[in-house]
């Protein structure tokens, strides 16, 4: 991870969010309409944080808002949750090419702005959607069909991985997984309310 010192500077979301807008650090900016910087409450407890940007999320500059990010909708109202009270963001800011994988340089280049989001937001509680969050905020080597539903913690915040939406959209056996998964969420989410 290359570490960016200047991220330091950005003592907010939109000083963060407005440095991001420039970055020119790898070559995904070049082919994609826009950076999907993240949106939320920048106070929130949940943070949810997934891979990259899709088509549908390219367009629109918003995070989790296709196919996959409907799904979403739907699994965090049924879990207790509205979007306006947690905070969605990805790993990549910007669309790979045809949907692809981040490539782990893409990653490494854009980790730090993640780093940076989460110092600032300080959630209690992150649920990684999907194999590379997983690999950024838990282990390099994780697997998701192996760590999912599994606590770990992290400074102040206790992460949950969990399978990325899109994954159930292909896979419809895992929904049931997923909901196991956010109701431990909901469950962690109720004590540190308290």
Known sequence: MNWLPELDLCD????????????????????????????????ALLMLVGEAPGADEDRLGRPF???????LNKILDAAGFTREEVYITNVVKCRPPGNRLPKKEEAECCFPYLVRQIELIQPRLIVCLGSLATQ???????????????????????????????????????????????????????????
């Open 136 to 194: 950024y905020l838990v282990h390099q080597q994780a697997k998701i069909t192996l760590v999912r539903g599994k606590v770990f913690r992290k400074g102040w915040a206790q992460i949950v991985p969990t399978f990325h939406p899109a994954a159930l959209l292909r896979d419809a056996s895992k929904k049931k997984l997923v909901w196991q998964d956010f109701k431990l969420i909901r469950e962690l989410y109720a004590r540190i309310k308290r």
């Open 12 to 43: 907010d979301l939109k000083q963060l969010r407005d440095f991001c807008l420039q970055c020119r650090r790898c070559s995904l900016r070049e082919t994609c309409r826009g950076v999907v910087f993240g949106e939320g409450n920048p106070r």
């Open 65 to 71: 808002v296709g196919a996959a990010g409907q799904l």
